[in-house]
């Protein structure tokens, strides 16, 4: 599964892990992205998403259908 959000877009993002000595070694933040099934009733089906927990909370406040609008709008296929 890759780490990039369906809805806000997050992904991983790079830098360097420092150490006590200072010494700097590549690492990864990656987004607390989660699989989530989501009821979409204006379609009578359900979607399944892959979701940042931002990306979870702005379903809450906006609600499945206008998210799923706006996937749409951008070309997600559902």
Not at 9 to 33: C, D, E, L, M, Q
């Amino acid at each position: 599964m890759s780490a990039i959000c369906d809805v806000t877009g997050a992904k991983p993002s790079f830098g360097n892990a420092v150490s006590h000595s200072h010494r700097r070694t590549r690492r990864r933040w990656n987004p607390n992205v989660q699989r989530r099934r989501y009821w979409v009733p204006s379609e009578g089906r359900t979607v399944r998403l892959t979701v940042s927990t931002t990306g979870i909370k702005i379903i809450d406040r906006d609600g499945i259908d206008a998210v799923v609008a706006r996937l749409r709008r951008r070309g997600v296929r559902l």
